[in-house]
């Protein structure tokens, strides 16, 4: 194995078998950015985890990634949850930040 090769084939190489831990990092989206797809989809981490690092690499996805937080955010508001939907709005700040393709969208916070 070079130093060239991909971090996911150093892995698989050093380890079996792929932890949360290890997707989460090869996923290119924060923790809290998948929890905020794990509420909106209704699925366990590791789903969410792979979902994410889908939509973050194709043309529509981080729109729709976008619209999950914000949709969660309208969840929150909704039942009043305010504390919630307030850390929700920081996870979108940051998403934007680092994908400013989702602040061209139309959908905004």
Same mark, same amino acid.
């Given at each position: 194995m070079d130093a060239s090769s991909p971090p996911w084939r150093r892995l698989l190489e050093e380890k079996a078998m792929l932890t949360l831990d290890d997707v989460i990092a090869l996923s290119d989206l924060t923790e809290d950015e998948i929890d905020a797809i794990v509420e909106h989809e209704h699925c366990p981490e590791i789903v969410a985890a792979e979902l994410g690092n889908y939509l973050v690499h194709s043309p529509d996805g981080v729109p729709m990634l976008k619209r999950m937080i914000l949709e969660d955010? *309208?969840?929150a508001e909704g039942?009043?949850?305010y504390k919630? *939907?307030?850390k929700l709005r920081?996870?979108?700040r940051h998403f934007v930040e680092t994908y400013p393709e989702a602040d061209a969208t139309k959908a905004s916070a």
């Open positions: 955010i *309208a969840a039942r009043e949850d919630h *939907a307030l920081l996870v979108l």
